[in-house]
């Protein structure tokens, strides 16, 4: 696992040994950040579920102005301040802000704080269950700025019904691509076109 793209690239990042943690592949995460191209410059970054930090370090990595990290893992919050210091970072600096809580209770407290939202990339575990209600929790606190997106990692079903999971009144699927197994699907604010 590495950073792919920016002033970090190349960089090798540690990983969580445990099976609760599926980092992003480096294929899914070059082509989303592809697909995000230069909306991420300048943007406040949330990487919910961050396990390894993978993904915020990316965004880092590519000019992206603050980013946090969420995740209810102690161990995951070591590997995450580990990755940042393997990039010279210390997890201090005011554009780097870290939250251990899981993803829910994670979002109320970025809420009540009014935190803002360019960009927010949701990875939970697969088997969670947890993608529809946390979408409907981003579109009514209102965390994600108008012309922002939320992007949405997932396995793919077996089934027939591959249909990503249901957003709320105010978040609409833009987009969806399948990589293999997993599917990455873009939410924007219902009335942006």
């Known amino acids: 696992m590495r950073i792919i793209s920016g002033r970090f690239k190349g960089k ?7 099976n609760t943690v599926r980092p992003t592949s480096d294929r899914v995460k070059e082509s989303v950040f592809s697909i995000l ?8 970054f949330l990487d919910l579920c961050a396990g390894t930090g993978s993904i915020g370090l990316e965004a880092l990595s590519r000019a992206a102005k603050s ?18 210091a393997g ?41 969670s269950g947890i993608y529809e209600v946390c979408l409907r929790q981003i579109g009514l606190s209102k965390m994600l700025l108008p012309s922002g997106q939320v992007v949405v990692e997932r396995r793919r079903e077996r089934s027939a019904d591959l249909a990503a999971p249901k957003a709320s009144n105010e978040l609409k699927l833009k987009r969806q691509e399948r990589y293999g197994d997993t599917v990455i699907s873009f939410y924007q604010m219902e009335d942006t076109e």
């Not at 980013?67 to 919050?77: L, M, P, W, Y």
């Open 37 to 44: 191209g230069d909306s991420v410059i300048d943007s406040n």
């Open 87 to 127: 990039c010279g970072l210390s997890g201090g600096e005011p554009h780097v802000n870290i939250v251990k809580l899981d993803a829910l209770k994670g979002l109320a407290f970025l809420a009540r704080r009014n935190a803002r939202f360019d960009l927010i990339y949701l990875d939970p575990p697969y088997d």
């Open 12 to 18: 090798r990042l540690i990983s969580v040994k445990a």
């Open 67 to 84: 980013v946090t990290f969420v995740d209810r893992s102690s161990h995951s919050i070591r590997v995450i301040k580990s990755n940042l």
